[in-house]
């Protein structure tokens, strides 16, 4: 019997697209196995590349999950699918606007319930909270996640920081300045690693065995977690909701008087992320010396499906 799988994405500039096609490639090879692809599209499409306004303006909405309104997929796709790949990109610490609300609307809860999911992010290199919020609405919605696989950037943080701006800012798509390192994933890595990946999907979807898909995964390197990076993640995750409660405080402030708050966190922002990252950096590489179990048992958490609720 022929298998299908899915893929539920959502992409600006096609990086991600980019990142799914190579995967599953070894899998639009099998005959045994046919590949459909559903875009979510926002009815008011979100910006490329994005202004200065736009950008730190859809930052509030985005951190508290607000959802966006979304073009209905069909879900006659999903109904017979036996794998789903969910293939998202985090924004601000969570999942982007679009993929958000997907999983929040009744259409997801129909079409992923009682599904295996494969998760695919392909983003600057802080995904893990976002992941946690897919975890959870997943688990809610009786899902079952089999594995993941993470595209990122492997430039330093600073660097990444800055080339991600010049990208979904400038829309900057080759060496920022000439000087700066391409944004996103390296072709090397896609070019060696998709494959890898897709193969290990190919004999799951075949088999219908899915309890070794994210071993095996993990053994081809599919998902890497940097302590250093988790470490600052887990500082922007109490943050940011802070952040997002000043910029929507007051609801009855008028549009000048919200615009003008988002405008001074457009600047406030990047400037503390400048000042602080030295600072976590050199604490989150000193996090492994003073409690190295912990830090260990944390990024095998990431780097694994399984979810852990948090309490409170
Ligand atoms: C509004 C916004 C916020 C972003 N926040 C993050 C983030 O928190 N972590 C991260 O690794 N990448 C972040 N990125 C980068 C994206 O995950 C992604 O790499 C980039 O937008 C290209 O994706 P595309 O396939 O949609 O074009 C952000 C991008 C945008 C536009």
Not at 5 to 27: H, I, M, N
Not at 44 to 51: H, R
Not at 253 to 258: D, E, L, V
Not at 264 to 272: C, K, R, S, T
Request: with cysteine; net charge positive; aromatic share 10%.
């Amino acid at each position: 019997m022929i298998k299908k799988v899915v893929v539920l994405y959502y992409t600006q500039s096609g990086q991600l697209k980019r990142a799914v096609d190579a995967t599953l490639e070894p899998l639009r090879r099998q005959s045994s196995i046919t590949v459909e692809y559903v875009q979510l599209n926002p009815i008011k499409p979100f910006p490329f590349p994005w202004g200065f306004m736009e950008f730190f303006g859809a930052f509030a909405d985005t951190v508290q999950g607000k959802p966006c309104e979304l073009e209905p997929v069909d879900e006659s796709q999903l109904s017979n699918a036996d794998l789903i790949i969910l293939a998202y990109q985090p924004w601000f610490l969570t999942i982007s606007q679009p993929m958000h609300s997907f999983l929040q609307s009744e259409q997801a809860e129909r079409g992923l319930h009682g599904k295996a999911v494969v998760t695919l992010v392909a983003c600057r290199n802080m995904w893990i909270n976002a992941q946690e919020a897919v975890k959870a609405h997943l688990q809610r919605i009786e899902a079952s996640l089999v594995g993941h696989i993470a595209f990122v950037d492997r430039a330093p943080n600073l660097i990444s920081l800055i080339t991600v701006v010049a990208y979904v800012m400038g829309g900057i798509k080759g060496r920022f300045l000439g000087i700066f390192p391409k944004y996103g994933f390296s072709e090397s890595e896609l070019n060696a690693k998709a494959s890898q990946y897709g193969a290990c999907l190919v004999q799951a979807v075949e088999t219908a065995e899915y309890k070794n898909l994210e071993d095996q995964l993990l053994q081809h390197g599919a998902v890497q977690v940097a302590s250093s990076l988790m470490v600052m993640e887990g500082r922007g995750k109490i943050l940011f909701p802070l952040y997002a409660r000043f910029l929507t405080k007051n609801g009855s402030a008028s549009p000048g008087q919200k615009q003008f708050r988002v405008a001074i966190f457009g600047i406030v922002l990047p400037m503390l992320i400048l000042v602080l990252s030295p600072i976590l950096t050199v604490v989150a590489w000193l996090m492994p010396f003073i409690s190295p179990d912990k830090m260990n048992r944390e990024v095998t958490y990431y780097q694994h499906v399984a979810f852990r609720k948090e309490v409170g």
